[in-house]
């Protein structure tokens, strides 16, 4: 069987076969992704070997399913299903008091399947079907502890926000087999001109939405109503990254006006969410905003022309940040919530969850030699080497330095502060993921060269050094900045802005949001107006219908019935006469003899 | 009106009311019949006595009489047939059990 089939088909086998044995979700889910990350990694050493993979199947017709296995999209599959693994081991102990464990198991295992699909997917039409998919549970999955308040208002605003992005993707897959007449992808990307400038717009548009860039930013944050893993997984490889993965693959179609676009909405997104971060009281949403800013370094790098550094940050930050999320998983059920108040010195009750948490946070803020150094220092090297140095530069450095700034604040929140010591139930299974993960974090900036030669692409060499020192002392200063000077300082005016999350939720609710609202309540009046017209026309047809079987029952079927009914009683009356007794019937004879002579022979003695 | 007239006809009245009687309170079939036979006899009777003392040189009254009294073999015949196959399906020829053929 093709490895392809395996990797997608092991989860949503998985899956199924919990909802339908609904028990043992756990080695289940395990055994399913274990499975498929045995395909992905099949799948990557033929990439390896130089063997590209394909399957072929049945769709449109002249438009085939297509799901390939390029180097590139081999390497998502594997970095797909190596965190998947991770936030599995993480979610049993995390899991291990909810009720619901089967129909989370199986949710998460439908995310990993439709990511796998997304990933592989080798034309437009399967893309924007499991474009759809992950959309539809990754809403399910943030809505999971759906009683609770405002985790329903939350899924609903992630799902909203990312479906209305996806009309772009529609618009631009609508535009690009349009205009090449083929729903491959590869084949598309062949195209240019001006199409490819609004098809690269509104790709653009798409991956703003998923990967939550400003101003689509909000539902991000909000997001952290779900369950960690599910934060941590959404975070790092899948959901938000679709949209990193959609520009990475289209970059070599994309013209240099729209990459120019790309990039300045990636760097003001890191600037704007990073702030954000600098100025959030929650731990889980802090992380969300420095995705949402770690992702605009990667729109960044892909507006500076160069998608192999994006690619390898995406990579970097899969890792780091699921580990972020679950070391702050931990922190949450040793504090019984996620806001900074109730979280100072958390660290110090888990000081080994602390130390992993540290070197994730040390990673994100570029620290050689972890892999989030070589990643960003890419990145800032892509900026500097583009055409819009200055610009794009600036904005990759000031990124730089606000995820320094915030992950040391955060740092310092969680080490400062009174010990309490709790015991955790599955803390086993929890220290097993985040350790995966974490030494992913530190080790995977030494694979980078080999994904390099993988994709036979190689990165700028000319201005490396002045990149590292650039990069190296944002971060460092970054990050003294925030472990030695409070967060509300260091905004300064700028806090209740960032606060507010620069108050572009509520530009979107009052611009966007109210007018559909409007839109929506106008049209459920007048579909109510319709409603009762068709009713009332109903209505007298029932009416119409009820006077013609009233006629009927009582006029035509009341003369008949009246005609048997009164056959009957007199056949009743006549029959009582019959009484088959020869005594009655003889004196009846006898009695109507006597009145017969009576009536005969009295007038004749009177007259 | 002769005196013997008057006598035939009190003994045909008589006759007639016996069997009207018998026909009346009687339960078996055989008995019924009897009284039938009564009624009729009385009524034979009377027509006998008409016949005799009013029109002797009229033969229609004889005639009537004859034909009745074959009448009268023939009833008995099928009566008593009716009643003995009756007695032999059911063992009794009383007519209180008998209610089959009510309606």
Request: charged share 10%.
């Amino acid at each position: 069987m093709n490895l392809i089939a395996i990797a997608i088909l092991a989860p949503l086998v998985a899956a199924v076969l919990i909802l339908l044995l609904r028990r043992a979700p756990a080695a289940l889910s395990l055994l399913g992704t274990v499975i498929g990350l045995i395909a992905s990694i099949g799948l990557l050493t033929n990439a390896f070997a130089g063997v590209a993979g394909a399957l072929t199947l049945p769709g449109l017709p002249d438009m085939p399913l297509l799901l390939v296995a390029t180097p590139l999209t081999a390497l998502l599959s594997t970095l797909v299903a190596v965190v998947c693994i991770f936030v599995m081991i993480y979610a049993v102990g995390y899991m291990k008091k909810d009720d619901e464990k089967v129909r989370f198991s199986a949710t998460l295992l439908l995310f990993a399947a439709a990511m796998q699909t997304l990933v592989l997917a080798g034309d437009w039409i399967l893309l924007l079907a499991a474009w759809e998919l992950i959309g539809l549970s990754s809403y399910l999955l943030i809505g999971f502890w759906y009683r609770r308040p405002g985790v329903t208002s939350a899924a609903t605003r992630a799902f909203m926000v990312t479906r209305s992005a996806d009309l772009g993707l529609y618009i631009a897959v609508f535009i690009l087999i349009a205009t090449t007449g083929s729903s491959d992808i590869a084949t598309t990307l062949n195209m240019g001109g001006s199409a490819a400038i609004v098809a690269g717009l509104l790709l653009l548009v798409a991956a703003m939405g998923k990967s939550a860039q400003t101003p689509l930013h909000d539902w991000l944050q909000r997001a952290m109503a779900g369950p960690t893993p599910v934060s941590a997984l959404l975070h790092s490889a899948t959901l938000v990254a679709a949209g990193a993965i959609l520009l990475i693959r289209t970059a070599p179609m994309l013209p240099a006006e729209t990459l120019l676009v790309i990039g300045i909405v990636g760097g003001i997104t890191t600037v704007v969410t990073g702030l954000i971060a600098l100025g959030e009281n929650d731990l889980k949403r802090l992380l969300a905003a420095s995705t949402s800013s770690q992702y605009g370094l990667m729109l960044l790098a892909v507006g500076a022309g160069v998608p192999l550094a994006a690619l390898l940050h995406l990579i970097a930050h899969a890792a780091i940040k699921s580990a972020l999320f679950l070391g702050a998983g931990v922190f949450q059920h040793s504090r019984d919530g996620t806001t900074f108040g109730k979280l100072e010195g958390a660290g110090r009750d888990q000081p080994r969850i602390f130390f992993g948490f540290a070197l994730a946070a040390l990673a994100l803020a570029g620290i050689p030699p972890l892999s989030g150094f070589f990643s960003k220092d890419a990145i800032i090297a892509a900026s500097l080497a583009s055409s819009d140095a200055w610009l794009l530069a600036s904005f990759a450095l000031a990124g730089t330095l606000l995820t320094g700034a915030y992950m040391a604040r955060a740092l310092s929140i969680l080490w400062h502060g009174d010990r309490q010591k709790r015991s955790i139930p599955g803390l086993g299974w929890m220290g097993a993921g985040l350790a995966g993960l974490v030494t992913l974090a530190v080790i995977l900036g030494a694979f980078f060269p080999s994904i390099e030669t993988l994709l036979r692409a190689s990165l700028a060499e000319d201005e490396n050094t002045l990149a590292q020192i650039l990069g190296l002392s944002a971060a460092l200063s970054g990050l003294a900045l925030g472990w030695f000077i409070s967060g509300e300082r260091l905004l300064g005016p700028l806090l209740p802005w960032s606060q507010r999350g620069f108050a572009v939720a509520g530009g979107m609710d009052n611009l966007l949001v109210r007018p559909a609202f409007a839109i929506a309540r106008r049209c459920e009046k007048l579909e109510r107006s319709l409603y009762t017209g068709v009713l009332a026309v109903g209505r007298l047809g029932l009416n119409i219908g009820r006077g013609a079987r009233f006629g009927d029952e009582r006029g035509i079927d009341g003369l008949i019935f009246a005609l048997v009914r009164g056959t009957i009683n007199l056949g009743n009356r006549a029959r009582t006469l019959q009484s088959g007794l020869i005594h009655r019937e003889m004196a009846i004879t006898v009695v109507g003899a006597a009145l017969i002579f009576a009536i005969l022979f009295i007038p004749l003695l009177f007259f | 009106m002769s005196i013997e007239l008057l006598l035939a006809l009190i003994t045909g009245a008589a006759l007639f009311g016996v069997g009207i009687y018998g026909a009346l309170s009687q339960t078996n079939l055989v008995m019924i019949m009897m009284g039938v036979e009564l009624i009729l006899a009385g009524a034979m009777v009377n027509l006998l006595a008409f016949w005799r003392y009013l029109h002797p040189d009229n033969p229609a009254g004889q005639m009537f009489v004859l034909i009745i009294m074959t009448v009268m073999a023939i009833e008995m015949a099928v009566g008593f047939g009716v009643a003995i196959a009756r007695f032999r399906a059911k063992g009794s020829v009383e007519m209180e059990e008998a209610t089959e053929l009510k309606g």
